[in-house]
């Protein structure tokens, strides 16, 4: 059965924040293809008024291509226990039900072993999957950035928009935490959440990642799409978590060349992403391969993966892979 979550909210942030400490973090990729062919997605974004001006609501997407961003988190406190937190859902529906099976998610699901079910945001590849979450388990915790849409909102209680795929026949029957921008939502001891305000391409606003202290280790940050920016993702560890100062590892999507083009911008922040003296980099999804490609020549610590599963090369961490830290 779940554990219990109750988040302590901190929104003092004048001094470091103490979170506590935790022995260790298994982080499993469940998915991380957001889509399969660039084209084919680009396509209904043109048609709504591009990255910028269009809505995701809007699009006509094409749902054979679609794929979907999901992560599963485990957890160890200092005494040995392990508690679970599934972030994100993926886009399509059919593929998640397969990622969810072929990693035993679903097991774990209906079992009633995942503690929490988080997003990190609302665009459609790491939201409009919650159908295969929730059809296993709707009672489930859910904790979401309170800058979620109302059209979000009434998805997750079972509304559906047929014109732009996304529909959600599993309303959501448990506990909804909505996370507020400015505060600490401390977890667990050595765990906590922290939701950046900030527009988001396709109509989105707002973002949530998690930080995660392991001891003898230091801080690793864990975000969906790293949309508040990888630097500031870091930088908030640096300046509000106590500890933070040591930043151990790094997970997830960095958005630095999601459709495979590395501009200016992004070369530089993978410069500037040297200065934090990570040790584990477990970048995936939205980084993009072009950007991994210039972490490796510059000799960071890129984890590799086994190119299975869906994912299409072993540069980084893909589909059914896992890392460690502590």
Avoid at 1 to 11: F, L
Avoid at 57 to 64: C, K, R, S, V
Avoid at 90 to 117: C, H, K
Wanted: net charge negative; glycine share 12%.
């Amino acid at each position: 059965m779940s554990r219990a979550i109750e988040p302590q909210i901190m929104d003092d942030l004048a001094r470091p924040v103490d979170i506590g400490q935790c022995k260790s973090v298994k982080v499993t990729c469940v998915s991380e293809v957001g889509w399969w062919d660039d084209n084919r997605v680009l396509a209904p974004i043109k048609a709504v008024g591009g990255l910028d001006e269009g809505d995701q609501w809007q699009a006509a997407w094409d749902l054979g291509n679609a794929a979907g961003s999901c992560t599963l988190v485990e957890v160890e406190d200092l005494e040995g226990g392990i508690s679970r937190i599934l972030l994100d859902a993926g886009w399509n529906n059919t593929y998640m039900a397969w990622r969810f099976q072929a990693l035993g998610v679903d097991r774990l699901l209906s079992q009633r072993q995942v503690d929490l079910f988080m997003f990190s945001h609302e665009h459609m590849d790491h939201f409009w999957g919650l159908e295969a979450v929730l059809s296993l388990n709707p009672e489930i915790t859910l904790m979401v950035p309170s800058t979620f849409s109302l059209k979000a909102l009434t998805l997750i209680f079972g509304g559906s928009f047929p014109n732009c795929g996304a529909i959600n026949r599993a309303p959501h029957q448990g506990r909804l935490i909505k996370a507020h921008p400015g505060r600490v939502h401390k977890l667990m001891p050595g765990c906590a959440a922290v939701t950046f305000d900030v527009p988001i391409i396709l109509g989105v606003r707002g973002e949530q990642s998690l930080y995660f202290n392991v001891a003898g280790k230091g801080m690793v940050c864990l975000a969906g799409c790293s949309h508040q920016g990888a630097l500031a993702l870091c930088d908030f560890a640096r300046e509000h978590l106590a500890g933070g100062e040591k930043l151990y590892g790094l997970y997830g999507g960095l958005h630095l060349a999601p459709f495979q083009t590395l501009d200016h911008q992004a070369v530089e922040v993978i410069r500037r992403l040297g200065d934090y003296g990570l040790e584990i980099m477990a970048v995936n999804h939205c980084t993009g391969k072009p950007a991994v490609e210039m972490m490796r020549e510059v000799g960071y610590p890129v984890v590799s993966g086994g190119a299975s599963q869906g994912s299409r090369t072993d540069l980084y961490l893909g589909n059914g892979d896992s890392v460690i830290f502590g």
